[in-house]
């Protein structure tokens, strides 16, 4: 298998840290990394201090998978040989960067972004496969400017390794051609050639370990900390999980979203109690005093605790996947995003403002769009598009990656300077 360490672009400058490590800080100090601060999964950046934003979520990924690779290492050496090994800094890299691609307003962002690709004959948009597209070509980064520059390869974004790019790719393929509705993909048809050397060596739809150790540690530190957020926002109402018969609604209305939970009904009540336990504590509205501060944070550390140590996650020598999550564990992350989904996916304050957010993506994208067809002022676009313009892109795809690039107050604030709602003398544009 072609060398874990190489990188697309040679880089040749002398430094003291491995490879993994130069990834890890690459990732860290990048202004993709960074815009991550007003970005959010389910409530808008601009709701308040309360919610985790993608930034403090991805951080608190690679602080769980870091931990979580360094017990693997010492507990299952031998089976993580058999893999072809596992670096604490390639799982803490990947986390850092698995969440660069996922554009403004969350979920209803990439499938607004996805739809109006779509249009445009190309494989649709997904934030995975984005963050994909940052690291290897449109992030920026010395070692574009070395030689070799141009040709097949251009830019090389921040040039990482090859083991942590495949650390990066939880779900290893490319969409289909016309494969609206297919689920997640890891890299675009355009991406061919990065997406190829990297997976050199592995076969088809092979994750990696290092790649399902981070996509656990983003499974857990969502669900939990998602839980924690709304709770504290007055949205689920923790204290009335003890009744009976609002446990029953919730596991009825979960079985409903996922009929395959049916199968697994005797265990339900059981994975509930598991999750509910640490927080029985909690007998009331969030009302921000310090008792339930710290019964809340008890709670979340017993938690993710729970979902990484012990039996929860090991390491198979034998079986088709690398790492084994126990079942009961598995059952009861499911159980917690279940509670979010039910109290807040589908709460009428958020429909209302999801609904107005697609709209200014939409909006976005057909004026930027007109733009790039040469029927609006061209310098609506920002210099780093201009930049962009001969890259061989089409302009469907150079759209979503501006509009990918945004934060959600960019995305606000352009929007209101295009439909003239808020007029201002003053731009500001750094995407």
């Known amino acids: 298998m072609p060398g874990r360490s190489d990188r697309i672009r040679t880089s040749s400058s002398p430094d003291p840290r491995d ?36 930034l403090t979520h991805s951080l608190k990924v690679a602080q769980v998978g870091r931990r979580l690779a360094e017990r693997l290492l010492t507990e299952f050496h031998n089976e ?72 097949l390869w251009g830019n090389v974004g921040l040039n990482l390794t090859r083991a942590t790019l495949n650390a990066l790719l939880k779900y290893p393929w490319r969409r289909a051609p016309f494969g609206k509705g297919h689920g997640k993909w890891g890299a675009y048809r355009v991406d061919k050639h990065r997406f190829d050397w990297t997976r050199v060596g592995w076969g088809d739809g092979v994750v990696s370990l290092e790649a399902q150790l981070m996509d656990w540690a983003d499974d857990v530190t969502y669900a939990v900390h998602d839980l924690e957020d709304f709770y504290r926002a007055g949205l689920i109402p923790i204290h009335r999980l003890v009744n009976p018969a609002e446990q029953d609604r919730l596991l009825e209305g979960a079985v409903k979203r996922r009929p395959a939970l049916a199968k697994k009904a005797v265990g339900l009540d059981r994975a509930l109690e598991a999750v ?35 039996n929860a996650v090991r390491v198979s020598s034998s079986s088709e996947k690398s790492v084994l999550i126990d079942e009961d564990i598995r059952l009861q992350v499911t159980l917690l995003k279940e509670v979010t989904h039910h109290y807040v996916i589908g709460h009428p304050r958020l429909v209302s403002v999801r609904e107005g957010q697609r709209e ?25 598009t201009v930049d962009r313009e001969k ?33 201002s003398a003053v731009a500001y544009f750094d995407v």
């Not at 640490?278 to 019964?295: E, K, V």
Request: proline share 5%; hydrophobic share 40%; net charge negative.
């Open 19 to 54: 490879p993994y490590q130069r990834d890890r800080d690459r990732v860290l100090y990048s202004p993709e990394f960074r815009r991550l601060t007003g970005v959010t999964q389910v409530a808008s950046a601009s709701e308040g201090d309360i919610f985790h934003n993608r």
């Open 276 to 310: 509910l336990g640490p927080m029985t504590l909690l007998d009331r509205p969030y009302d921000g005093g310090r008792p339930q501060q710290m019964i809340m944070n008890a709670a979340v550390s017993s938690l993710i605790t729970q979902f990484v140590t012990g």
């Open 80 to 151: 993580v040989e058999t893999w072809g090994g596992l670096d604490a800094d390639v799982v803490e890299a990947a986390a850092l960067a698995h969440d660069l691609g996922h554009p403004p307003f969350g979920h209803d962002g990439e499938e607004v972004l996805c739809e109006l690709v779509d249009e445009g004959g190309l494989d649709g948009f997904e934030g995975n496969a984005q963050s994909f597209r940052i690291v290897t070509r449109l992030a920026a980064h010395a070692d574009n400017d070395r030689d070799n520059q141009g040709g």
């Open 391 to 423: 890259s061989g892109d089409r302009p469907h795809r150079l759209v979503a990656d501006l509009l990918a690039g945004m934060t959600e107050r960019q995305a606000i604030q352009t929007f209101r300077r295009f439909t003239g709602i808020i007029p």
């Open 360 to 384: 200014i993506l939409k909006t976005l994208f057909g004026i930027f769009l007109e733009v790039l067809d040469g029927n609006r002022n061209h310098a609506l676009l920002p210099q780093a």
